[in-house]
């Protein structure tokens, strides 16, 4: 493996990918998200009602 010169560090060329996984993780996080707020005011409205189910 040779040191890369100032001019071909200059060319290297990068960028963001958005792939199908990174969107599928995304959702995935987001529907977490959801469904831990939705766990949490469910007990919370059970705590506060005095309830049980």
């Known amino acids: 493996m040779s040191m890369l010169k100032k001019e071909e ?29 939705r766990s949490l005011g469910s007990s919370l409205n059970m705590i506060i009602n005095k309830r049980k189910c």
Do not use: H, M, P, Y
Request: proline content about 0%.
């Open 9 to 37: 560090l200059l060319d290297i060329r990068g960028g963001l990918a958005i792939t199908g996984s990174l969107l599928t993780a995304f959702a995935k996080a987001v529907e977490t998200i959801f469904n831990l707020g």
